[in-house]
C-alpha cells in the first residue's frame, strides 16, 4: 500500500503495469485521462485537438466505451460512501472508524 499523496500513474506503474505489460498487446487496458503517458496498451480517452471539428467514428466510440464503464465505477463508490455514512449514523460502534478501502484512498 502507497500513501495516499502519491499520484495514481505512479502507483500504476510501480504495482501493476509492470505486471499487465505482457498481456496489453492482447487485452488493451481501458483507463481515466488521469492515465494519460502510461504507455502501449493503455487507452485513455482522447481530447478533441484544437481546430478539429469532430473526432472519427472510432475515436468517438472507444471514449464512449471508457465513459460508460468508468461511470459504472463511481456510481459503486458513491453507493459504497453513502451505506458506510447510513451504517455509521444508525450503529453506534461504527461511529468514528473508517472502512480499510475509505482508508486507502485517504
Request: a positive charge; one cysteine or more; proline letters at 8%.
Amino acid at each position: 500500500m502507497l500513501p495516499g499523496n502519491v499520484h495514481d500513474l505512479a502507483a500504476a506503474r510501480e504495482n501493476v503495469l509492470g505486471v499487465l505489460r505482457p498481456f496489453c498487446d492482447a487485452m488493451p487496458v481501458l483507463a481515466d485521462p488521469g492515465y494519460e503517458g502510461a504507455g502501449h496498451g493503455v487507452h485513455v480517452p482522447v481530447k478533441k485537438p484544437a481546430g478539429v471539428k469532430e473526432l472519427d467514428i472510432g475515436t468517438r466510440a472507444r471514449n464512449a466505451l471508457i465513459r460508460s464503464v468508468r461511470c459504472l465505477g463511481e456510481r459503486g463508490f458513491a453507493l459504497l460512501t453513502q451505506r458506510w455514512k447510513a451504517l455509521q449514523h444508525h450503529h453506534p460502534d461504527l461511529r468514528g472508524h473508517q472502512p480499510r478501502w475509505r482508508r486507502a484512498w485517504a
